[in-house]
């Protein structure tokens, strides 16, 4: 199974960037899709965006539809990569990435491995 290990976030103003990185420590990589999630205070978690093992990526909330949150995976380096802009303080939350064989899922159940975490706190 894989082992996954988030690293990237930050305090941030808005407006600003960050780029979340989700590094596979173990397992079969190649063979996985990543997802990003996150988990804004007092709200469930929410899928953002994935990756598969062939590259195709899935959208899922209208800031990755629009281009504000980029996924990205090097292969070789057994990491999956989050790269947000525009900042806004509604994109406060824990993120989260998780991963599974294959294809891409919205929902977090499908889901068998996940990161601790990595907070990212957009304020003034």
């Known amino acids: 199974q894989v082992q996954l290990v988030e690293s990237g976030g930050g305090l941030v103003q808005p407006g600003g960037s960050l780029k979340l990185s989700c590094?596979?420590?173990e397992g079969t990589f190649e063979y996985?899709?990543?997802?990003w999630f996150r988990q804004a205070p007092g709200k469930e978690?929410?899928?953002?965006?994935?990756?598969?093992?062939?590259?195709?990526?899935?959208?899922?909330?209208?800031?990755?539809?629009?281009?504000?949150?980029?996924?990205?995976?090097?292969n070789a380096?057994?990491?999956v990569h989050l790269e947000m802009i525009g900042l806004?303080?509604?994109?406060?939350?824990?993120?989260y990435c998780a991963s599974r064989h294959y294809n891409c899922k919205r929902s977090s159940e499908f889901?068998?491995?996940?990161?601790q975490g990595t907070h990212v706190t957009v304020s003034a």
């Open 77 to 79: 380096k057994n990491t």
């Open 23 to 25: 590094a596979a420590t």
């Open 32 to 35: 996985s899709a990543i997802g």
């Open 111 to 115: 889901y068998n491995a996940w990161g």
């Open 88 to 95: 806004k303080p509604e994109d406060t939350a824990i993120y």
């Open 45 to 74: 978690r929410e899928a953002v965006s994935c990756i598969d093992n062939t590259g195709a990526i899935a959208r899922y909330t209208v800031d990755s539809l629009k281009g504000r949150f980029t996924i990205s995976r090097d």
